[in-house]
């Protein structure tokens, strides 16, 4: 039997990690806004952090794609009301369109703000965090295998370095799988559009028991997903 897996419910469990680790604030006084709340993967969020956060504010290109989130969040067309940025202390962006958050419109971010960026390619270029040095810049996904274990294939997400060893990071859509495979369970297996809450809280207690960590990465984009990895550059991540 082969298990066909999208490796949604485990990237979703690490961008609700890195949120919860490195919010300066509660998370219930927080007002959490999401570009690509239509994706797998933006909409998984957005469901999860429902009931954890004080406000959602959920963008995608066409939001009558996202009326099943009205009960509990305010939706949003991205391009019409991108502005709205703006009243969020943490932004998530998981469309995958790129360039949606550049020098030019990095003015609108609230003060403080925390950025999160999951998609392939980045919808946050590094120059954002260049011109709001206020702003805090993360890079969601990234998962350290247990130990010091090495990848022979360059999969380009950068790397962390452990008592001088390089230690290359692993996407977590690739990692569900071997969670799957550790835990001799596929029932959690991601397949359809929607992913179920109890799934993604599955991986995180595999991931966990196993000696996955998730990893917060300020790593440059080019960096990230360039053949161009300069091995010298020990990534601020932790």
């Known amino acids: 039997t082969i298990t066909i897996d999208n490796g949604a419910a485990f990237t979703i469990g690490a961008t609700v990690t890195v949120i919860r680790r490195e919010s300066t604030i509660p998370l219930k006084q927080a007002v959490v806004a999401n570009f690509g709340a239509s994706g797998i993967i933006g909409h998984g969020t957005v469901n999860y952090l429902r009931d954890e956060v004080g406000e959602i504010l959920a963008f995608a290109r ?3 794609k996202i009326d099943d989130l009205a009960d ?8 019409e009301e991108f502005a709205r940025i703006g009243e969020a202390d943490i932004v998530i ?3 995958n369109a790129g360039k949606l958050l550049t020098a030019q419109n ?6 403080d703000a925390l950025v ?13 965090a260049e011109v709001r040095p206020d702003i805090r810049l993360f890079r969601s996904g990234l998962i350290k295998m247990p130990g010091k274990s090495q990848c022979k294939t360059d999969l380009h997400f950068g790397h962390v370095f452990e008592d001088g060893v390089k230690i290359e990071l692993v996407p977590a859509c690739l990692v569900q799988g071997i969670l799957m495979a550790l835990a001799n369970d596929f029932s959690h297996a991601s397949r359809g559009a929607r992913i179920r809450r109890e799934d993604v809280n599955f991986f995180l207690e595999v991931a966990e028991r196993e000696g996955f960590e998730i ?13 161009l990895t300069n091995d010298s550059d020990q990534e601020d991540s932790k």
Not at 72 to 79: E, Q
Not at 116 to 128: A, K, R, T, Y
Not at 220 to 227: G, K, M, R
């Open 215 to 227: 990893i917060s990465s300020r790593v440059s984009e080019p960096t990230l997903f360039s053949a």
């Open 62 to 64: 066409d939001s009558r």
């Open 116 to 128: 999160i960026d999951v998609s392939v390619p980045p919808d946050v270029l590094d120059e954002v």
């Open 93 to 95: 962006f998981n469309t």
């Open 106 to 111: 990095a003015h609108l971010l609230k003060k």
């Open 72 to 79: 509990f969040a305010k939706t949003y067309t991205s391009s």
